[in-house]
């Protein structure tokens, strides 16, 4: 029998390639910011599983909340034109 430890190791790599995927095909920049965000928190999590907390703290802090803050403002000030595949091949 599978003991929790593995258990919740395989749930967090499964959320954190989900995440690391829902980044990459994002169109809206803010979607990606937040699923950048998710994919922090859980990196995180997975830093206090492998008995890192100072680790896990640090990521939390900085990765899922600093670096999400600023990604939020920094879109914030930019346009939201889209530019789809066919303007760009002409």
């Known amino acids: ?14 959320g ?3 995440s690391g995927i829902m980044v990459y095909l994002q169109k809206d920049l803010i979607s990606a910011a937040i699923a950048f965000g998710v994919f922090s928190f859980l990196l995180s999590l997975e830093f206090y599983l492998l008995q890192a ?3 896990a703290i640090a990521e939390a802090a900085i990765g899922a909340g600093l670096t999400t803050a600023i990604f939020m403002i920094a879109i914030r ?8 595949d066919t303007e760009d091949e002409q």
């Open 53 to 55: 907390p100072d680790v």
């Open 1 to 14: 029998m599978m003991d929790l430890f593995l258990i919740m190791q395989v749930i967090l790599l499964a």
């Open 16 to 18: 954190l390639i989900l």
């Open 77 to 84: 000030g930019t346009e939201q034109n889209e530019v789809s």
